[in-house]
């Protein structure tokens, strides 16, 4: 069975940082897409960034690019994401997720429907205020 255990949200202040980790357990599959997403009350889920292990190519919505970082360990088994120079508007719950046994590249590029995405952490409040 297949757990993803998410920690590290919590309050910054704007221009801050904070690291979100998610390890994952029972996940055996080789060239998975794992991402990151996030969903503010009253909004759709949407990602914010994903990287394909076969690749490591990786993706970032534009509110996120230059300041949101994904990576994972040497193991594969744990995935962060670097929020930098937070403002309000990421306030969010914010879920890792990975892929299933569907292919879910595209062009070199995992998903970002979140639908697309079979395991889920239980998700992190991450709040940032001035």
């Known amino acids: 069975q297949v757990q993803l255990v998410e920690s590290g949200g919590g309050s910054a202040q704007v221009g801050g940082s904070l690291r979100l980790s998610c390890t994952a357990s029972?996940?055996?599959?080789?060239?998975?897409?794992m991402g990151w997403f996030r969903q503010a009350p009253g909004k759709e889920r949407e990602a914010v960034a994903t990287l394909y292990s076969g690749s490591g190519t990786t993706y970032y919505a534009d509110s996120a690019r230059g300041r949101f970082t994904i990576a994972r360990d040497s193991t594969g088994n744990t995935q962060y994401l670097q929020m930098n120079n937070l403002e309000p508007e990421d306030t969010a719950i914010y879920y890792c997720a990975r892929s299933g046994r569907s292919r879910i590249v595209s062009g070199g590029h995992c998903s970002t429907a979140w639908v697309s995405y079979s395991h889920w952490g239980q998700g992190t409040q991450v709040t940032v205020s001035s």
């Open positions: 029972g996940y055996t599959y080789d060239n998975y897409c």
